[in-house]
C-alpha cells in the first residue's frame, strides 16, 4: 500500500515513525559494524592491563547505544506496520502480503527481529560477563565470549540483505523467492568480504 494513499493526517504519523527508524536503525547497526569490523580486531592486540583499563570504560558505553538502538529501531518497525495496516487503514495481513512492499518489508522485519534477540538475549547478556571479568582482570568464560561472538557475526551477516529489503520496499515492485534469496546470497558475499577486509585495512598511521 502505497504511502499515498493513507489518510492525510496519517501520513505525518507514518512519516515519523520511519524518521525515528532511521535514526535509531542507523545508530544500531553503526554500532554493529564497529564492533565487527573495527573493535574486535583492535582488542585482540591489547594485553590484559590495557584490556582492563579500556573495556569497562568502552564497552558499556557502546553497548547502551547499541542496544537501545536495536530495541527502538524494533519498536518503531513493528508500530509502522501495524499503523500502516490496521490503525490508519484496516487492510490487515491480507493487505500486507498482497503486495511487494508488504513482501520485503516482512522480509526486512523478519531479519530484523532475528537480529534484535540476538543483541538483547544473547550478545548483551554475554557482553556483560565479559564485561564483569575483564574489570576484575580474570579471563572471560570463552564459551560466552564465542557465543556473542557468533551472534554479533551473523547479526553482520543479515543486516545487509535486511538493508536491501528495507530499501527494496519503497523502490522495486517486484518481490519473489528467487530476489529474495539472491539477495540473502549476495548479502552474505558483501559481508564476508568485508570480514576479510577490516583486519588489514586502515592499519597504518597517514
Do not use: C
Not at 38 to 54: E, R, S
Not at 120 to 128: D, H, L, M
Request: proline share 4%; aromatic share 16%; no cysteine.
Amino acid at each position: 500500500m502505497p504511502t499515498e494513499l493513507l489518510p492525510d493526517q496519517s501520513v505525518w504519523i507514518h512519516f515519523l515513525l520511519r524518521w525515528l527508524h532511521f535514526i535509531f536503525g542507523i545508530l544500531w547497526i553503526g554500532h554493529l559494524y564497529f564492533f565487527n569490523f573495527v573493535n574486535g580486531n583492535v582488542q585482540a592486540k591489547l594485553d590484559a592491563a590495557v584490556k582492563k583499563a579500556v573495556v569497562p570504560e568502552l564497552m558499556p558505553r557502546a553497548l547502551w547505544w547499541f542496544r537501545w538502538g536495536a530495541m527502538i529501531t524494533f519498536l518503531t518497525g513493528y508500530s509502522m506496520i501495524i499503523y500502516r495496516y490496521w490503525i490508519a487503514t484496516d487492510g490487515g495481513m491480507k493487505a500486507l502480503m498482497a503486495s511487494s512492499y508488504g513482501h520485503w518489508i516482512s522480509l526486512g522485519g523478519l531479519l530484523g527481529t532475528i537480529m534484535w534477540f540476538n543483541v538483547w538475549f544473547i550478545i548483551w547478556p554475554g557482553q556483560k560477563k565479559i564485561i564483569r571479568a575483564v574489570a576484575a582482570g580474570e579471563k572471560p568464560d570463552a564459551a560466552v565470549a564465542e557465543r556473542a561472538r557468533k551472534a554479533s557475526k551473523l547479526n553482520t551477516f543479515l543486516s545487509i540483505p535486511m538493508l536491501f529489503a528495507m530499501g527494496a520496499a519503497s523502490h522495486l515492485t517486484i518481490s519473489n523467492w528467487v530476489w529474495w534469496v539472491g539477495a540473502i546470497i549476495v548479502g552474505f558475499l558483501i559481508a564476508q568480504t568485508l570480514f576479510k577486509l577490516a583486519p588489514k585495512v586502515g592499519t597504518k598511521i597517514p
